[in-house]
């Protein structure tokens, strides 16, 4: 008898509602679900497990032969990437709020939002593991033992992705592709220099930002005015990445681009932006999960002992 696949296509309801499949902590999902939120549409997530490979699964291939979240579904349509979805939604939803910048819109703010979308978000959160003499104070889920586990689960993509192109001959060109581009992309990111030269490239684009930002005024709360467009989703998304990754000291905060600071509050404070973060209990089942076995035995030495000075303590 062949073996059960480890995941199987979840059961989608077959009409034409929405699915989502993300991962709450991938920046090009945050995107889709902001979007998603500030339009009012409903839709369903469907959480895909990256931490176990179910991005390179077969029915996951089958959705998606690239192995790349998110993925929107509707009813046979497939809709694979963050801005072919964002722009499926303008689309295809027109009586919901618009976040389309027009087409007329200052040539500035068209460009910003070009750079930031060539942005390659993924390497520069594996470089500031590997680099993290830039890093100030990672917050959850990037604490220290689950970036150990991420690196070190980074190191064997490329092997398992050869794995699995034998394993699943109809993806096996993609996925030794995609295996060449990893070791590539990693060989790269040994250097420092490299990524120092990636965090200058994000320098360039946010000083642009917050020119733009100066630009607007005290009253005027997004980007390109009082309404939120595409630019304030990649920024913001872009901004709340920097914060979780323990840049944000680096690019704008303690004064450095103060038109910035205060947008990134706004951002924080925004609803529909709440809407896309991890719950506190995900955030702790993530670092629980992710941390190796020998630093839990420590935690829980160190509770013990705790709990015994805290009783004596409390005794006398
Ligand atoms: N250009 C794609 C990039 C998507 C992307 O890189 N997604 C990450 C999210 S975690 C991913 O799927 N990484 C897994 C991989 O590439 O193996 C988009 O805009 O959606």
């Given at each position: 008898?062949?073996?059960?696949?480890?995941?199987?296509?979840?059961?989608?309801?077959?009409?034409?509602?929405?699915?989502?499949?993300?991962?709450?902590?991938?920046?090009?999902?945050?995107?889709?679900?902001?979007?998603?939120?500030?339009?009012?549409?409903?839709?369903?997530?469907?959480?895909?497990?990256?931490?176990?490979?179910?991005?390179?699964?077969?029915?996951?291939?089958?959705?998606?032969?690239?192995?790349?979240?998110?993925?929107l579904q509707k009813?046979?349509?497939?809709?694979?990437?963050?801005?072919?979805?964002?722009?499926?939604?303008?689309?295809?939803?027109?009586?919901?709020?618009?976040?389309?910048l027009s087409w007329n819109e200052n040539v500035k703010i068209l460009n910003l939002k070009n750079a930031l979308d060539k942005?390659?978000?993924?390497?520069?959160?594996?470089?500031?593991?590997?680099?993290?003499?830039?890093?100030?104070?990672?917050?959850?889920?990037?604490?220290?033992?689950?970036?150990?586990?991420?690196l070190e689960r980074d190191e064997t993509v490329s092997k398992r992705l050869r794995d699995y192109a034998?394993?699943?001959?109809?993806?096996?060109?993609?996925?030794?592709?995609?295996?060449?581009?990893?070791?590539?992309?990693?060989?790269?990111?040994?250097?420092?220099?490299?990524?120092?030269?990636?965090?200058?490239?994000?320098?360039?684009?946010?000083?642009?930002a917050e020119t733009e930002l100066a630009k607007s005024g005290e009253d005027v709360t997004w980007i390109a005015g009082e309404d939120i467009t595409l630019v304030d989703i990649s920024l913001g998304c872009l901004l709340y990445r920097l914060y979780v990754l323990g840049l944000e000291e680096r690019f704008w905060a303690g004064g450095k681009r103060p038109q910035m600071e205060k947008y990134f509050?706004?951002?924080?404070t925004s609803e529909n932006f709440q809407h896309t973060l991890p719950t506190k209990t995900s955030l702790l089942k993530t670092i629980w999960l992710n941390t190796p076995s020998t630093y839990k035995a420590g935690i829980a030495a160190f509770s013990f002992s705790s709990m015994i000075i805290g009783s004596t303590l409390l005794k006398r």
């Open positions: 008898m062949e073996d059960e696949p480890r995941f199987k296509r979840p059961e989608v309801v077959n009409d034409d509602s929405l699915v989502l499949y993300c991962n709450q902590y991938s920046y090009y999902c945050q995107k889709v679900l902001w979007a998603l939120h500030e339009k009012d549409i409903k839709f369903t997530k469907y959480e895909i497990d990256v931490a176990n490979d179910e991005h390179f699964s077969e029915w996951f291939l089958e959705l998606n032969p690239r192995a790349e979240l998110p993925v009813g046979l349509l497939i809709v694979p990437g963050s801005n072919r979805i964002l722009d499926y939604l303008e689309e295809n939803y027109p009586k919901n709020k618009p976040l389309k942005l390659p978000i993924g390497v520069i959160t594996m470089g500031s593991f590997l680099h993290p003499r830039t890093v100030v104070a990672p917050k959850s889920p990037f604490v220290q033992p689950v970036r150990y586990t991420i034998k394993a699943f001959p109809a993806f096996n060109e993609v996925l030794q592709k995609k295996a060449e581009f990893h070791d590539r992309k990693r060989q790269m990111l040994t250097s420092e220099q490299y990524f120092l030269q990636l965090l200058d490239i994000v320098d360039h684009v946010l000083a642009d509050n706004r951002v924080m």
